[in-house]
């Protein structure tokens, strides 16, 4: 089910390998003749969640359609160091000139994978959802929420336009013109699309309360204890979806979600997943 | 010197504020009026080095001229936990639609900088020159570059095309053609725009020994020890650049700079260097 | 509160100026010299609701930034036959060039408007939202439902990516399947961000029943009598949101909504609206 | 003969399908698995020209390569209720989340080709020539253009840049200077390109009498009567090509042809043709 | 009334400057600080005319808006070596980095201009209009037609859509399927728009009496002698404009024209024009 | 080894068909019926070498992928009047759409090619590389420098971000400043990669002696006499490259050349090559 559109690999590619000059490779040009063939693997030097394979098949099928890529796994499997992922073979200089790009996109979305994987593995047998947040590079977005769920993640809202998050923020700005809690959420409500959740931030029971009270579809607990947490859920009782936010690490995700709540979300999911260690190796 | 090209930082960011949807935020546009007016200070919550202001200022300005960024420092200042970087000033709606990706641009981009200052620091007084890789975020390699030099160091070639790097895979597919390396160096010479340094790629004292005799102009000593580089460095004898590169890290790189050689290259600087804590307080 | 992205403006009317030859406007170049200047105003020739003068002004300033438009009214506005909407004054031959451009916007984006008032007005004073649909004119969609916005209604989800709606087709491919609409919605709701809410299409009181029972958060009754409408509503008890399509016309709308839904909704508002006659008299 | 840039056809299917969200639908992703199979036909449900088939084919293609559609007929055949104009057979999946927007793009120009033809039907058997207008969709132009054509009618100058065509504004700009007619037309021709005749509107017999004086190549009678038209045709006798515009339908379409003009031009062609009603049915 | 569409000016000079990589400009950055100021003279070294000031200015505006350009001229001037054209002051490095890009363009449309100007003198007092071809640089054909204007020239059908010159191969081919001439005429003429002339390109008297009678609009006399082209002339008797072309010089253009033709068009004005000898004199 | 980025064809190549309104040819559509078929031939009609063969076949196979084209040779091939260098075969329409594009790319970068050839002819078996300079047609600097490659000669810098030059204004402006030409030299060496050599342009012995002194990597001679190149080489003994530049012919290029300098740059390669005669003979 997780899916990619293949135009935006296609696009998304392309760029990668025109800002790296990889259409005009001068030590390539200069030291390979264009007949001169080769073979390589991608191997995995490290444990982790295989995402990506799309982005490096089309990385050397934009700089030469003849180049080969025969894909021994599917992503999300699991890699062990020395897990042979895929050989590639064709011209080596295309090789040459694609690798550096087609690692970049494997590496770093194996890191996203890895690390939902890590989070999904922590929380395993609760009824809860591990997602993402807005805290993606920028311009890669979408592939990183490809990752999140090739890990066995789900994802939050694409962006600002395509859900609804009151944030504190947005409270105090109502506040501070004289609303309430519930006038702000109403507000939302009657002028977002009827398709659209509302969702409010909360940072305290009293503040859950008053979400609910407000009808909030979904109430985020921000930056709460786990014992804190339990205590609104409770209170909740299935009245709106619950979601953590705040800190949630690998170590600290089962207890948050021993707490009830229906989502965790994680923003180091994508802005702070190290890079999956996976490499080239050719032979010439 | 750091420098930015402007109308690069306008396209990424308004790409950015696209994907983001933050044309369109539904939550601020169903809660807070276009008259009100809100304040705010981005504040360091940790140690580092500031950069990425141009982008900040970019992405208030794309969202809304009217929005005021007054900095209090420069990219390149040191921050500690508490440092107040900049004001944003005007219409609260507008603040809170592109807060976000101005956060996200600015963390990400303050990380590299004081990723860079480390390991810059830890070889200061030696002449060395720390420098960057191709191993940057795709659509983002411009802006790290940026941050890099901001962080008190260099940077590398940019691209495949403006820059010549003989690896060890063009010399192994010249000699399985028959070719010394030697000869692979001279056709990269002979085929390259006179203007661009050749550099290659060893592994070995006795690879170094053959570079210099191929008049390589840099050597790029790849994953050897401090000591092994120091042999290196001392053979070579200023008949060419040394580049050491290969695991470097704030822990290591003092004792490859005291070997000797002119230049230290590390990928982690761009593909790995945790964001900084940076926060946008509002006051509503 | 309806809002328009001003880069997507400034894009949209760009290209349509560029389709229109209107920046190598031959007869006006060879005809009206750069110096002679013009005036004229925007006169209403029909009864109708004003949309679209951010366009008309966008239009102006992209031939021409020293052409003004001083406008009388806003977006919203009532006008009757006469009705002065705006001045333009500035280089005649830069008003003649973008006339056209900037009454074709005018006048669809005031059809628009005014085909949702008419809606709107008939079920005035209950308590329903008038809604749009995705059968906009390809590429004009976020102006057509501003243009909803501004004749008094709301907007369904903007596209397939940022909204869920189970449609007939969809329950058959799962049924053929072997599933349950029930287990089709679970499907769905387990893949979906939680953000969205699940909306499901049915055509009788029976399937109604089905999508209660699998919990949709919305259910579409397509093209049922009012009289079944109000059967299936009264089934539904508030644990789902209504919405109504199908053959929705300012003459039945009243009676649909008496129904007792929450929502009705309407593709001819966009693809059937009728231009409103908007004028452009120039005083030479 | 009608012809379509089939680069410009991808391109606007791609970018409807964009705007459609049509490569990530998340109803269709969560509930259609990709191996299942579905087939349909495209039903006309009303009397009217097919046109626009190149867009339906383009937006399954763009969508999924794998989609087949086999067109029965060719744009340009007459449909009856119930006339089958096409099968499409492939995943499910890709058929769904292509449908709207191929069905979206069908109506449209089947609906202008219809729109046209009952133009021209209305004209049978007199040399006139049913020609569209400037008025046509912002960004649609070139398509509703080759719907007018598959409908039976020829097209106008493209745009300002490829046509002359002196309107009032424009002569009343001359004379406001001090210029008669004559010296307008004058001006035009020595300014434009050899290859464009020199079109003037006028609304009287004493302009059209001027016109014809000032070699005018064609004389542009707006909004007046058969009889006031065929006036004009009998005093400029071949002097000039005649074209009527204002007001034109199916209903008064014959009386002005028989004034003799050579020409009808029709905005309404293109801005107020209703879609034709033409519908997908699944075999699930 | 020569004019260059100010958008596409900005693209264009934008796109060279990109290309010349004159945003980061190595160099610059390394020797010259932001904030030395520079100023300097754009002088001319050769006899021509002046043309493409407009992109100069915007030039210097896309690398540093505080560049100030002053003009003492206007395109159409005519230049001596050590004419003034132009000053310009503002951050030395900013005008450094646009130099190139801004002489580039000077000197290749004043080149075009200046030809333009030699064949229109060569023409002088006779009724005959100088214009250019489709043989153009690929993207800089709105330029250099524009420069054709500026040196005294007219334009020729910008591209294949937007003028009808029916050749020898599309004669050849008509005849290959049996039609006339004539009847090859009457296709186009009944397929392209009407407000366009019918040009047919011949080669003898002959032919030029055969298009007279298939009433051509305009006849190309391709590659015939001033005679022949005078026999063809008196023969069409202003039946239809006359062109010439083929070969056409300065030194041939008053003899080709003392035919009566009233178009001569030459490729060379555009495929041949060497560059006018302009500098930048720096100041420092 | 010369290579052409094929994407960057694709590109430029259908800009340039669409700048020429080469998908909407109405003279061929309304005169050459699709089915009917033609073929033709490419002719040298000069003496010259071959270039611009990928945007031949890039510029048909973008109107029309079933049109073939067999060339019988490859680019470098030497041409004489007559030579048969490609055969093209399809639709007879899509072959006059697209012929003068494929010519205007292939005369174009002929005329480069040829222009170069006569160059390093005119060297042949001295020790020096003909190279071109940034003086080349905006946007069309890839191909143009492929055709120098074509020719036998070498590339220059891409552009000012991918080398450095040191120029008499950059230095012009460190001595306003105080700045001797070692430190100039020694600034752009501190701040640019150091991948790149640095080049500094002298125009007399004595700043050649100082360039040798700040250890500039290559010194550019510019306009000097051969013999005073000689004395700079004789000097310079090897300490940096020499580049000779200003004033390059092939008439003068061999004394050059013998004055021992190793590279000669000619901006007139680009910028001044007179195209190629070639034509397509087509057989209808």
């Not at 259409?23 to 007949?35: A, C, I, K, S």
């Not at 395509?162 to 702000?184: C, E, F, M």
Request: proline residues 5%; negative net charge; aromatic residues 2%.
């Amino acid at each position: 089910m997780p899916d990619l559109n293949p135009d935006l690999v296609r696009r998304i590619v392309r760029e990668a390998l025109d800002e790296d000059g990889a259409f005009h490779d001068v030590t390539t040009l200069t030291t390979v003749p264009p007949e001169q063939r080769g073979r390589g693997v991608f191997l995995a030097k490290d444990h982790g969640v295989l995402a990506g394979l799309p982005l490096v098949v089309a990385a050397f099928a934009a700089i030469d359609p003849s180049v080969q890529v025969h894909a021994s796994l599917v992503d999300g499997a699991w890699l062990e160091p020395g897990t042979n992922i895929a050989r590639v073979e064709g011209p080596l200089a295309s090789i040459l000139s694609a690798e550096r790009i087609a690692l970049n996109f494997l590496q770093r979305l194996s890191g996203v994978a890895t690390a939902t994987k890590r989070l999904t593995d922590a929380v395993a047998g609760l009824p809860v959802r591990v997602v993402d947040t807005r805290k993606t590079t920028p311009g890669l977005r979408a592939l990183e929420r490809y990752a999140v769920q090739v890990g066995g993640g789900h994802n939050h809202r694409f962006n600002l336009t395509d859900g609804v998050l009151i944030k504190d923020n947005h409270i105090a700005a109502g506040r501070s013109r004289g609303l309430t809690l519930g006038q702000v959420v109403s507000a939302a409500r009657s002028g977002a699309p009827h398709t659209l959740r509302i969702e409010v931030e909360v940072t305290s029971y009293e503040e859950a309360q008053e979400a609910v009270e407000a009808r909030a579809d979904i109430i985020l607990l921000d930056n709460m204890t786990p014992a804190a947490m339990k205590r609104c859920v409770e209170m909740i009782a299935g009245r709106a979806l619950t979601e953590a936010s705040g800190g949630v690490t690998a170590v600290n995700a089962r207890a948050i979600a021993e707490s009830g709540v229906d989502i965790i979300s994680s923003g180091a999911l994508t802005h702070s997943a190290p890079a999956l260690d996976i490499s080239l190796d050719l032979e010439i």
